[in-house]
């Protein structure tokens, strides 16, 4: 992740990308203040300007349908913790299987991506399941998709990968094979800044 990250920080935003990017973080911001109790988007905003490296990561989260949000902040390390927070699971991330292994050892029926290379190209992480029980605490997501989660690697060894959905007001951990691919799955990622 800090590979990706450092990869990307020769990546800028036009002045009008950013502005673009800024209001509508802030519009968000300020819309869902129940995410963030107490915070306030000045200091966010600062951090954002003092981390500006960071600023792609978010523009590439809100391109592929994630409207990023704070969700906590680190008290110790200043960092805002931005999560993907649209109702499902962000569309330009669907129909991904796992990560890499999971792709090419697909024979045939091949989907274009995988999510774990798909996050380390974005600058992002995927969600852990702590995290993603976190977010289900702020509202209600993935009512009709559901989202690969970053797996332990015992799981991944022996050839799974876990995802995560809402129903019937219960968040569900499940699991697949990690080749697998669906319309209605993709990843949900986080991003300190």
Same mark, same amino acid.
């Given at each position: 992740? #800090?590979?990706?990250?450092?990869? !990307?920080?020769?990546?800028?935003?036009?002045?009008? $990308?950013?502005?673009?990017?800024? *209001?509508?973080?802030?519009?968000?911001?300020?819309?869902?203040?129940?995410?963030? $109790?107490?915070?306030?988007?000045?200091?966010? $905003?600062?951090?954002?300007? =003092?981390?500006? /490296?960071?600023?792609?990561?978010?523009?590439?989260?809100? *391109?592929?349908?994630?409207?990023?949000? %704070? %969700?906590?902040?680190?008290?110790?390390?200043?960092?805002?913790?931005?999560?993907?927070?649209?109702?499902?699971?962000?569309?330009?991330? *669907?129909?991904?299987?796992?990560?890499?292994?999971?792709?090419?050892?697909? #024979?045939?029926?091949?989907?274009?991506?995988?999510? !774990?290379? !798909? =996050?380390? =190209? !974005?600058?992002? /992480?995927?969600?852990t399941e702590e995290q993603y029980r976190n977010l289900q605490n702020l509202g /209600?997501?993935d009512t009709k998709t559901s989202s690969w989660l970053h797996t332990p690697s #015992?799981?991944?060894?022996?050839?799974?990968?876990?995802?995560?959905? *809402?129903?019937?007001?219960?968040?569900?951990?499940?699991?697949?094979?990690?080749?697998?691919y669906f319309a209605a799955r993709g990843f949900r990622g986080s991003l300190r %800044?």
């Amino acid at each position: 992740m #800090k590979d990706a990250t450092k990869a !990307m920080s020769n990546v800028t935003l036009s002045k009008k $990308q950013r502005e673009e990017l800024l *209001r509508a973080l802030k519009a968000r911001f300020e819309k869902n203040m129940d995410r963030h $109790q107490g915070l306030e988007w000045a200091k966010v $905003q600062a951090r954002l300007d =003092a981390n500006a /490296e960071k600023l792609w990561a978010l523009c590439e989260m809100e *391109r592929t349908g994630g409207e990023p949000d %704070v %969700v906590d902040h680190n008290k110790k390390t200043g960092e805002y913790i931005f999560y993907d927070c649209s109702a499902e699971t962000p569309k330009g991330r *669907r129909s991904l299987c796992y990560d890499r292994e999971a792709l090419e050892s697909r #024979k045939e029926n091949k989907p274009k991506d995988n999510a !774990m290379d !798909m =996050a380390t =190209a !974005m600058g992002i /992480e995927l969600l852990t399941e702590e995290q993603y029980r976190n977010l289900q605490n702020l509202g /209600e997501f993935d009512t009709k998709t559901s989202s690969w989660l970053h797996t332990p690697s #015992k799981i991944r060894e022996l050839g799974g990968a876990l995802f995560c959905d *809402r129903r019937f007001d219960t968040v569900f951990v499940y699991h697949n094979g990690a080749e697998s691919y669906f319309a209605a799955r993709g990843f949900r990622g986080s991003l300190r %800044v």
